[in-house]
């Protein structure tokens, strides 16, 4: 199996789904492929196929991952055609294509931002809109409504992109990224 990177990776708990990324062999275009792994399940240590990302909306790597209880999202993203503003899901439960759930706030297109979630919303910090790394914070319900736009609620201390966010299910985190400040 080959290295992947720049994937976008959510859970609900119990299995992982793996969206899209980056090969040697792809470079810049990216995959559209997604596999699924059960978590704590040593016989499960290899990902089975779990559909693609849609190719119509064509976002395959470096996109905010947010995990819901019933969905995996990725909200932005990049490929060699550019960058997106759309934000998708797959269901765990089923291997069917990604879904368009809407766009990121203002329709602005982004990739790097971080991602976090409680028991009904996510969030998607920073990223970089293709020429500055952005402070905006966007948030928006993860399992509800088939079609849903982020909205923005407030900023982080400074532009940031590529940093690590974390949630206790109630509060977001959000550590340094490429711009090494803290947020």
Same mark, same amino acid.
């Given at each position: 199996?080959?290295?992947?990177?720049?994937?976008?990776?959510?859970?609900?708990?119990?299995?992982?789904?793996?969206?899209?990324?980056?090969?040697?062999?792809?470079?810049?275009?990216?995959?559209?492929?997604?596999?699924?792994?059960?978590?704590?399940?040593?016989?499960?240590?290899?990902?089975?196929?779990?559909?693609?990302?849609?190719?119509?909306?064509?976002?395959?790597?470096?996109?905010?991952?947010?995990?819901?209880?019933?969905?995996?999202?990725?909200?932005?993203?990049?490929?060699?055609?550019?960058?997106?503003?759309?934000?998708?899901?797959?269901?765990?439960?089923?291997?069917?294509?990604?879904?368009?759930?809407?766009?990121?706030?203002?329709?602005?297109?982004?990739? %790097?931002?971080? =991602?976090?979630?409680? @028991? *009904? &919303?996510?969030?998607?910090?920073? $990223?970089?809109? /293709?020429?500055?790394?952005? +402070?905006?914070?966007?948030?928006?319900?993860?399992?509800?409504?088939?079609?849903?736009? %982020?909205?923005? =609620?407030?900023?982080? @201390? *400074? &532009?940031?992109?590529?940093?690590? $966010?974390?949630? /206790?299910?109630?509060?977001? +985190?959000?550590?340094?990224?490429?711009?090494?400040?803290?947020?």
């Amino acid at each position: 199996s080959e290295h992947v990177n720049g994937t976008q990776v959510a859970t609900d708990g119990t299995k992982a789904i793996r969206m899209g990324g980056r090969t040697s062999a792809s470079g810049a275009a990216g995959i559209s492929t997604c596999g699924i792994v059960t978590i704590g399940d040593s016989s499960s240590v290899t990902a089975v196929s779990h559909g693609i990302l849609n190719t119509s909306i064509a976002v395959y790597r470096t996109g905010a991952s947010i995990s819901g209880s019933s969905r995996a999202i990725v909200a932005g993203g990049r490929n060699a055609a550019g960058v997106s503003n759309v934000i998708q899901y797959k269901v765990f439960a089923s291997d069917a294509d990604s879904v368009d759930l809407g766009n990121l706030y203002g329709d602005v297109a982004q990739y %790097a931002g971080t =991602g976090a979630e409680d @028991a *009904t &919303g996510g969030v998607v910090m920073g $990223g970089n809109n /293709d020429s500055i790394d952005l +402070s905006e914070v966007q948030y928006f319900t993860v399992d509800a409504s088939p079609t849903i736009t %982020a909205s923005s =609620g407030m900023d982080l @201390a *400074t &532009g940031d992109s590529y940093g690590a $966010g974390v949630s /206790d299910g109630t509060n977001a +985190s959000y550590a340094a990224g490429g711009a090494d400040k803290d947020g």
